[in-house]
């Protein structure tokens, strides 16, 4: 996932820390004003044998190793504007990339660096901090569930065509597997076949459905599912609704019903991640008008800028919960900051 931004951090990193390699390189002309090694004729002599005489060796490892180099804005200017276009063109937020940059700057700027020490290490550790600083802390579903109280309602929202429906059967098959019961309310009764297809998705995984006729109310759907849930001792609820976008008010007024009338434990947010900064207004404006706990993020395997990912959870400061990676109900794995950074600023 992500290839392409890996490949333009990898770039920016090697710009940084060349340009702080750079600064260490030693200065001829302060070479040849410094005091020489040997001692002027007249000084007290010491013996070549004497423990007090520093040798050659320990000289250069004072000289050039143990100093230490202070980093400058200046030297490190180029490279910080490199890697502010490198995530602007991966259509990281412009509030995201300056958060990134500002934290850059702070942590390596006015910095005492040995200069034994390695430049690289410093750059990625400054660069790990900084994209784990916009990434938050993502969200562990299923610690989540465990210290809740049962049934715990999920409402799944998002625009249409990006995958919501299937994602809330990934979701089921993954709690499933990991030995939580789960229902699935239909309460997308708007859209053509929408029942039909989560339906479908349910028999798969083996999972109960609670579904009404085409057309019905989509609160009475999903109010009978959390019934449904109480009555049976089932751990979890995933409440699928129609996609809609945050223009259309009178979607949105629904939206508002079904919240109150399924009373959610947590509402998700599911959009592409493909669809780059468009996602990241979108699920601005949905957390605005109805309000989301967390993000899924679809198609990531499709992903090669890596935008909407690192800047969704910084814009709305929700975290990222999921990412899908493919059309097979397996194909979605927990989302983790630290696993995306290492990705991303791992050795190739």
């Known amino acids: ?25 030693p200065d001829p002309e302060k070479n040849s004003s410094h005091p020489p090694s040997h001692p002027a004729s007249g000084e007290h002599d010491v013996q070549p044998d004497s423990p007090a005489t520093p040798s050659l060796a320990s000289k250069v490892k004072t000289f050039i190793i143990d100093r230490e180099l202070v980093i ?18 991966s259509d990281v937020a412009l509030p995201v990339t300056d958060a990134v940059i500002a934290h850059v700057k702070k942590d390596l700027i006015g910095k005492h660096r040995r200069i034994g020490q390695s430049v690289d290490s410093l750059v990625v550790g400054t660069l790990k901090m900084a994209l784990l600083n ?23 929202t998002g625009v249409n065509g990006t995958g919501k429906t299937t994602t809330v059967a990934k979701i089921g098959f993954f709690l499933k597997q990991k030995g939580f019961t789960v229902v699935i309310g239909a309460g997308d009764t708007y859209r053509a076949g929408a029942i039909e297809q989560i339906e479908v998705h349910a028999q798969r995984i083996g999972i109960k459905i609670i579904q009404h006729q085409q057309g019905a109310d989509p609160s009475a759907v999903l109010f009978d599912a959390v019934q449904y849930a109480v009555s ?57 008008t109805v309000g989301a706990d967390a993000v899924v993020l679809t198609k990531a395997d499709m992903d090669s800028r890596g935008g909407a990912a690192i800047s969704i959870a910084h814009t709305i400061k929700k975290p990222l919960m999921f990412l899908g990676t493919g059309q097979a109900y397996d194909d979605i794995i927990p989302f983790s900051p630290e696993g995306m950074v290492e990705e991303l600023l791992g050795d190739a």
């Not at 916009?134 to 799944?156: A, R, S």
């Not at 007024?253 to 979108?282: F, T």
Request: no cysteine; glycine share 8%.
């Open 232 to 288: 049976h001792k089932i751990d979890v609820v995933l409440a699928d609704t129609a996609g809609r976008f945050h223009t259309k008010s009178n979607l949105m007024s629904q939206l508002e019903k079904i919240r109150r009338v399924m009373k959610p434990d947590l509402v998700i947010y599911v959009d592409e991640a493909i669809a780059g900064n468009d996602a990241v207004v979108r699920a601005l404006e949905f957390d605005r």
């Open 134 to 156: 916009v990434l938050g802390k993502g969200f562990d579903l299923t610690e989540y569930i465990k210290n809740h109280g049962h049934p715990v309602k999920i409402l799944f």
């Open 72 to 89: 400058s804005e200046k030297e490190i200017a180029g490279a910080l504007d490199e890697l502010e276009i490198t995530l602007l063109e």
């Open 1 to 25: 996932m992500f290839g392409g931004l890996r490949e333009r951090l990898q770039a920016a990193r090697a710009r940084l820390a060349g340009s702080i390699q750079a600064a260490a390189a």
